[in-house]
């Protein structure tokens, strides 16, 4: 049983103290993390896009990991260890310092980034690709603080970088080329998340983020379209989203010689504006008919309906189609169909 012992005390009696520490320091941790965590709720209940609310939102967690780290500092100093291990000891505890520190200042830049890009009309849009690069720097700058007190020079790793990101560059030029066509994206704010658009090559849907390699795009039909961002860079869009979320929709009508014409404006309009008030009541516009052609059985015009949200337009000409014919119906007002005759020669 003598190894139980080290210099009259026991294991257990020598880790006792140590233990104590550690145990103590993480309850504290906990305590002030909660304290800061109900106090920035109270204090920032209605002004979520403060500076000071994204910089005390960063350190949730960060008063257990420092807490942990004077623990085991103090754990260090009272155990008496030799100096070699003390030594690992003290560069861990520096370690967790710098990349706890590292984490508060990229949280930090990527809300402000947030916020930034959410404020007023013209904002850029909130992707993945921009925060995670400025993610990447910053902690990039934390891993070379520590090397640096580790007592590596930084200096041949930041050359080295330099000509492997030159090889880098040679060997993924495609993936490059996305990447900064994402940024370009993003930066001239020609895409937003949440924008509908339509390719010149097909594809439409909703945009839901702009990636390293790829924009992703939600269609209607609920299937998500993936597509490069260099693809999007050098194609032709159409943005339905900008510089408004209001779109309008033509309806193409046709109604025959014998009518009205001005009870059939004065009826289509009612009709469009019942509509467009029960599917979308948000819109302020008022609809409008524009007649346009002498057809051979018809005369044809077109109504406008307006929409805040583009995907209402497919059950906006839906209901209007269904009430348009059923109202014409009760008026009287035909809509002719093409008659052909055919003459039979003997």
Known sequence: MDYLYMNGTTVFQGLFIPICIIVLSFSI?????????????????????????????????????????????WTINSLGMSPALA???????????????????ARTLSGMIAIYTQKGNDSMPTTSLLTNIVNIIIYMIGVLIVLQDYGVSIAPIVTALGIGGMAVALGLQETLTNVFAGLHLILSRQLRPGDYICLSTGEEGFVKDITWRFATILSLSNNIIVVPNQKIASTILTNYSMPCQEISVFIAVGVSYDSDLDKVERVTLDVAHEVMKRINHKIGKKPAVRFNAFADSSINFNVILHSSEFENRFMLKHEFIKALTKKYREESINIPYPIRTVFNEK
């Open 87 to 105: 030594k690992i000891l003290s560069y861990i505890l520096f370690t967790v310092i710098v990349l706890t520190l590292t984490r508060v200042v």
């Open 29 to 73: 941790g906990v305590f002030v993390n909660n304290f800061i965590d109900r106090k920035s709720r109270q204090k920032f209940e209605n002004d979520t896009e403060s500076v000071q609310y994204v910089f005390v939102h960063a350190l949730r967690g960060v008063p257990v990991f420092w807490c942990l780290g004077v623990g085991l500092y």
